[in-house]
């Protein structure tokens, strides 16, 4: 063997040795997924990432008609999700629409002093504050939260902290292709499951537990692709996101931006909110709720969009509806407790599965209440009720099973009509089938007032052409035989029947 050769096996044989050794350890892979992104330092100088130009999907909105319906996907489009890494604030902005359906949303979380704050922009409608919790979304993310916490900088940088050196990786397949597979924790020590591309080294997709508000605990997984240089720095620019093995969103955006000093005024609290943004940095909980009489023994809380009907009894109260957030039903607990001091809320009805109508009900089952729910319901409203919520914990998963599991509020699932009469007041439950809106849909009448309660088919007081839900409604009233005055609105307020009645016309066609 020449001198030549000699050193060349040598080189080999040591080179051969160090793969042997050092066949990769999750923490050598996260590390490299970090320097594949700029490395440790370039990512730590992110203050703010902006991503722009979304377009994609977002399933999980819970619009079907019936329940057990396959859902389709909403398109998303000019989709901006922005975070602000620096300073714990994040903001979802974004055109959805859902068949016939179309809303322009923007969700923020930003900070009033050291206080966290939602800041809600739906469409044209008054802008309004929160707490955090008061935020409902149907971006990418399920809150502007969600962003912040799981977001491929954050996740990378707490990956190369926690996984761990003595941890050999392993192969495992993901979508039909192979990864070094390893496991980390997330800055708050949640369990991180890290896909690594073997050839890129990046990060290719994350495995972490999710409290979703609907779903409840479920493992999500966040698929991140399409990596392209900004500034120095390597960043995905196409986000999938999968909760319970199913598609919850996908979004490619077409630009990042790095450190753009033009997302401070997107975290600016707007001047109309102000007054409530400093009520709900002060507050705990903060969300909107106001209360007021409709009639004899019935009333409407108004939250920001989604409203709720109270029916008064002698010595308990009934409702219909707690929809959007827990903080929203918290609030609405909180002024009930005020204008109703001695009356417990016995009972609250669900006038169907759509998920922006039953966001509050763990909040209220948390809250002792039984929940009536029609039968058709049940496949979307038992599931609800009996989650597991523990990243946050929510109010119902602590009293049931927190150190002293409390007594809280179960499911009544009924079928058909249902009537419940105590002193003189009665509250009907009366499902109609057959709407193209939902299947059913559950019309809250309360004798007293001869009020009836509904969201989505008709919204009160409008005196516009209503289409054909509307039309149905009208239909189905007639047939039950109510004799109704006021209708009340789980949208917009409160109306007369002979308005509603102008308004359930089908649109004037156009040819
Ligand atoms: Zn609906």
Redesign the pocket.
């Known amino acids: 063997m020449s001198f030549r050769n000699r050193f060349t096996f040598i080189t080999l044989a040591v080179l051969a040795l160090n793969a042997c050794s050092s066949a990769p350890t999750a923490r050598s892979l996260a590390q490299d997924a970090v320097r594949a992104m700029g490395g440790t330092e370039k990512l730590q100088s992110i203050k703010t990432l902006s991503m722009k130009g979304g377009t994609g999907t977002r399933l999980r909105m819970g619009?079907m008609v019936k329940a057990t319906d396959e859902e389709n996907p909403g398109q998303l489009k000019n989709v901006v999700d922005i975070v602000d890494l620096a300073n714990g604030r994040a903001s979802l902005d974004y055109d959805l629409q859902n068949g016939g359906f179309m809303q322009h949303r923007h969700e923020i979380l930003t900070k009033r002093g050291d206080k966290p704050v939602g800041i809600e922009i739906v469409g044209t409608r008054p802008i309004i504050a929160t707490s955090p919790g008061g935020l409902f979304s149907w971006g990418t993310q399920n809150s502007p939260d969600f962003l912040l916490r799981r977001n491929a900088v954050t996740i990378a940088l707490s990956a190369a902290e926690s996984a761990a050196d003595s941890q050999p990786a392993q192969d495992k397949e993901l979508n039909g292709k192979m990864y070094k597979f390893a496991t980390g924790k997330t800055k708050d020590g949640q369990d991180l499951g890290l896909y690594f591309d073997p050839q890129s080294k990046t990060l290719a997709a994350y495995e972490v537990v999710d409290t979703e508000t609907i779903l409840g605990d479920v493992p999500a997984q966040y698929i991140v692709s399409d990596y392209k240089a900004v500034d120095g720095i390597t960043l995905p620019h196409h986000i999938t996101v999968r909760k319970a093995g199913k598609d919850y969103s996908d979004v490619q955006f077409s630009s990042v931006a790095v450190n753009d000093p033009a997302v401070e005024q997107v975290f600016a609290i707007p001047e109309s909110a102000a007054a409530e943004a400093e009520k709900a940095a002060a507050a705990d909980e903060y969300s909107p709720m106001k209360i007021t009489k409709v009639g004899n023994g019935v009333y409407h809380a108004q939250g920001y969009s989604h409203h709720t009907m109270i029916v008064e009894f002698p010595q308990w109260l009934a409702l219909m509806d707690a929809p959007y957030t827990e903080t929203q039903t918290k609030m609405l607990w909180r002024a009930i407790q005020e204008q109703f001091p001695a009356k417990p809320v016995k009972y609250v009805a669900v006038s169907?599965h759509?998920y922006?109508?039953i966001g509050g009900l763990r909040a209220a089952a948390a809250m002792g209440a039984t929940i009536l729910v029609e039968k058709g319901h049940e496949p979307i409203l038992r599931p609800l009720l009996e989650a597991r919520h523990t990243h946050p914990q929510d109010e119902l998963d602590r009293r049931r099973n927190g150190q002293s599991a409390q007594t809280v509020g179960t499911l009544e699932v009924y079928e058909g009509n249902k009537i419940i009469s105590e002193g003189g007041q009665s509250f009907g439950l009366y499902p109609i089938t057959g709407s193209p809106?939902?299947d059913p849909?559950v019309l809250g009448y309360a004798s007293s007032a001869r009020a009836l309660f509904q969201?989505?088919l008709y919204t009160p007081p409008s005196t516009m052409p209503g289409g054909p839900a509307a039309v149905h409604l009208a239909q189905s009233i007639k047939k039950l035989n109510l004799k109704v005055d006021t209708m009340v609105g789980g949208h917009g307020g409160v109306g007369t029947y002979a308005d509603f009645l102008k308004a359930a016309v089908a649109p004037a066609s156009s040819n």
């Open positions: 619009q169907h759509h922006d109508h809106h939902v849909m969201p989505d």
